[in-house]
């Protein structure tokens, strides 16, 4: 079935620091990609997404490009601040029925 | 806010036990999803509602049910309650009637806090 791996962490970053976090999927068709993050004590909210291959989603400074011949949709930013401290989702979707497929999270903690 | 509301907010019961959780999706999305959230699986999808009808199903218990009301608001029944049901229980909805029609975006509500002692 289709699913999704991502780094679990958690990783603990300096303000500032530059950050990564993996993401690589599997599926039977050709999937949407999201990036979500919770903030504690919240539900999620989306964060970006890409619809097809090449393309790059961008929102708050975060990036992520859908690489379909490495079938991988990385989270990059270039200068976390603490407020980023959160949880971060990678999800695909497949089909008309938009249902989420999600990764097991990584927290991120960002240090002043 | 993101337009979905979920109650309650914490629930605390015993095994054995039956309850209810109610979601109001955002004005106008006909698709409602159900999400339980554990520390050890993670986010698992559960079922989808839409406009009343049962559009996808995931790892949902058959202790579990779930329905979708003409008003579009949705209800999750777990039932039989084990110490292993308690997580967090996301509703989320897409799909508006109101423009963009479904951009594949799911919005989440806070979650519903389920304790079984």
């Known amino acids: 079935g289709d699913s999704v791996t991502q780094m679990e962490g958690p990783v603990t970053l300096s303000e500032e620091a530059f950050l990564t976090i993996n993401c690589t999927y599997t599926?039977?068709?050709?999937?949407?990609l999201f990036w979500y993050v919770q903030y504690p004590g919240e539900g999620l909210q989306l964060l970006l997404k890409a619809t097809k291959a090449d393309d790059k989603g961008s929102n708050k400074g975060f990036e992520a490009t859908y690489r379909k011949e490495t079938t991988s949709f990385h989270l990059e930013k270039g200068s976390v601040q603490v407020s980023d401290s959160a949880v971060y989702f990678c999800?695909?979707?497949?089909?008309?029925?938009?249902?989420?497929?999600f990764g097991k999270g990584t927290l991120l903690t960002v240090n002043p | 806010d993101s337009g979905v509301t979920q109650t309650p907010k914490h629930l605390i019961t015993a095994t054995g036990q039956r309850v209810t959780l109610r979601c109001s999706p955002r004005?106008?999305?006909?698709?409602v999803y159900w999400y339980q959230q554990s520390l050890d699986q993670g986010l698992q999808f559960l079922i989808q509602?839409?406009?009343?009808?049962?559009?996808a199903k995931g790892n949902i218990l058959e202790r579990f049910s779930a329905q979708q009301f003409p008003d579009l608001h949705s209800e999750l029944n777990l039932s039989s309650l084990e110490l292993g049901d308690s997580a967090l229980y996301f509703c989320?909805?897409?799909?508006?009637?109101f423009g963009g029609g479904n951009t594949g975006e799911l919005f989440f509500g806070e979650g519903s806090r389920l304790t079984v002692l």
């Open positions: 004005s106008g999305d006909l698709s």
């Open positions: 989320a909805s897409s799909g508006s009637l």
């Open positions: 599926a039977t068709g050709y999937p949407s």
């Open positions: 999800a695909l979707s497949l089909g008309s029925n938009y249902k989420l497929t």
């Open positions: 509602y839409y406009n009343g009808e049962e559009r």
